[in-house]
Structures are given as C-alpha cells and as structure tokens.
C-alpha cells in the first residue's frame, strides 16, 4: 500500500541555500566555458570588438528586463554601475588579451583564480576589514605557485600572463564591489549598467585600434560562439552571479568559485587536447592550496 504522506518540504532557509548553490554551479560552469569559447572566436575576430559585441547585444538582452524596473534606477545606482563597469572593462580586457595568446588556459585559469586569494586584501584596503591570519599564510604558497607557473629562465614572465596577473587583480576588485553593492541596489540594474560601460569602453578602442581588421565574413564564421558569448555567458550570467551573491556570504561564494579553475583546466584536456607538465600541475596545485587556506571558515569580510 502507498503512503499518503507527503514529501517534507525543505525549511525555507535550507531551500533558499540549494538554489543558490546551484546557481552558482550554473555559473561556474558559463565561466570556465568562456575560456574554451573565446579562445575559438578570437582566431576569427580581434579582442576589443568581440567584447563590444558581446556587451552591448548583452546591454540590449537585458533592456528588456529593465524597463520593467525603471523606480529602482537612481543617481546613485546608476554611479556604482558606472564604476563597476569600468573595473569590469578593464579586467576583461586584460583577460581576453591573455586569453587570446596563451598556449595554455588550465594554468591561466589558476592565476586568474588568485582574484579570490587577494579579494580579502582588496577589502581590507576598500573597507578597512583587516584580512584574518589565514589570508596572510595563505599569500606566501600562492606566490610560490605563482612564480612555478610563470617564471622561465631568466626570471621572465610572459606578456599572456601579466595580463592573466592584472585580470585577476580587477576581478577581485569587482568581486569586492558587486557583493557590496549588490545589497544596496537592484541586481539587474546594476547589471545593465555595468554592460553599457564596459560596451561603451570596448567599441571606442575597437574603432580606434581595430577597425580595418574586422569582416563582416569573419565575424560571420563564429557567429553562433558569439551568440552564446552574448545571450549565455554575459546577459545571463551575470544576473545570476549577482542574485546569487546577494544571498550568499562572501567567502561561500568564493569557495565556489574557486573550483572554476579545475574546470576550465579539465575542459582544455577535453576540448583542446592541453596537457600541463610537472611543474605547472605542482604550481596550480600551491595556487589550489593557498585559496583553500584563505577561504576555510572564513568571517563574512565584506561590509
């Protein structure tokens, strides 16, 4: 005989904390895609005008979201968005470009992943929350995983990964920044004008350092990349990051995210057949460490 009992319903808070697990595992998995996709489509189209195109057709996406919450846009909401726009401009800028001309995106991937290692430093000297302990242990492993990955012979570093090193500065600054404001404004607002900076930004260095090098034919060629560059993995994924964030504690979410550089290491075997040797395995693995030590049972560091 079947029971009549019904399924318990989850507590509410309990509920509440699945969905935004799995938002975020929605979003981890639209991030670490963007290396394999953006790594197919830049062959075809230069740097500034993808991300013109993927951020103004995202701005555009998302104007239809907006319209219908026009009374939460205000002067001030409209001034965090512009600076969030910017950090977001510079930080993919610099990503892309590193993205562009790197020969391997499992250890790019790792660098970029260190935005979570220095966001508590970014904090302490945004909103002066001192960074507790295990940050500052945390910071001499990550430097020696970083020197592995990027130091050659004569103590040089590749241009690919200064730009990875400078991205993921910016990524930690906007981190910070989002989880902040993100609980003051309305996340699709803030959302939509982060897209028209940065969109605005990138077709003005388009037009000035690319415009003989595009075709309509080229751009033709990935043009359903680019569609999913556009529709997925901007529009869509950052209202969810936002959402998401606005319902987790800082250093939840950065534990999450810090599993997209295994990912994206595991999607260049799949997709792009790139192995890591030796030394660059023991470097991600440091990197891996350290952000582990940062985030365990972190205080919310974010005010």
């Given amino acids: ?32 895609s963007n290396y394999i996709v953006c790594k197919n489509v830049l062959v075809h189209v230069p740097p500034f005008t993808l991300i013109a195109i993927r951020y103004c057709f995202a701005a555009i996406v998302i104007s239809v979201f907006v319209l219908s919450r026009m009374r939460h846009l205000t002067r001030d909401s409209l001034m965090k968005s512009g600076v969030l726009g910017l950090v977001l401009a510079a930080a993919t800028i610099t990503w892309q470009l590193g993205v562009m001309h790197t020969d391997h995106i499992g250890p790019a991937a790792f660098i970029v992943s260190l935005d979570g290692l220095m966001m508590p430093m970014v904090v302490w000297l945004l909103f002066g929350t001192v960074a507790e302990r295990r940050v500052l242990i945390a910071m001499p492993i990550a430097l020696l995983g970083l020197g ?27 981190i910070a920044l989002t989880h902040h404001y993100s609980k003051l404004f309305d996340p699709v607002c803030l959302t939509w004008g982060q897209m028209v900076i940065v969109c605005v930004v990138a077709t003005v260095l388009a037009l000035m350092l690319e415009a003989d090098a595009v075709t309509v034919s080229a751009i033709g060629t990935v043009k359903y990349e680019i569609l999913y560059l556009v529709v997925v993995a901007t529009a869509l994924r950052f209202p969810l990051q ?47 460490l350290a952000v582990i030590i940062s985030r365990g049972k972190q205080r919310e560091i974010l005010v």
Avoid at 9 to 20: D, F, M, N
């Fill in 1 to 32: 005989m079947m029971s009549t009992d019904r399924p318990r319903a989850l507590p509410p808070r309990v509920g509440e904390k699945i969905l935004t697990d799995v938002l975020f595992l929605i979003v981890l998995l639209i991030a670490a």
């Fill in 242 to 288: 936002n959402y998401a964030q606005r319902r987790a504690s800082a250093s939840h979410a950065a534990f999450l995210f810090m599993l997209e550089p295994i990912v994206v290491a595991l999607m260049g075997w799949f997709f792009l057949s790139q192995w890591m040797n030796g030394r660059q395995l023991l470097g991600c693995g440091l990197i891996l």
């Fill in 148 to 174: 592995l990955l990027t130091l050659h012979a004569g103590m040089s570093i590749s241009r690919p990964d200064v730009w990875f090193i400078a991205s993921a500065v910016g990524f930690s600054l906007h």
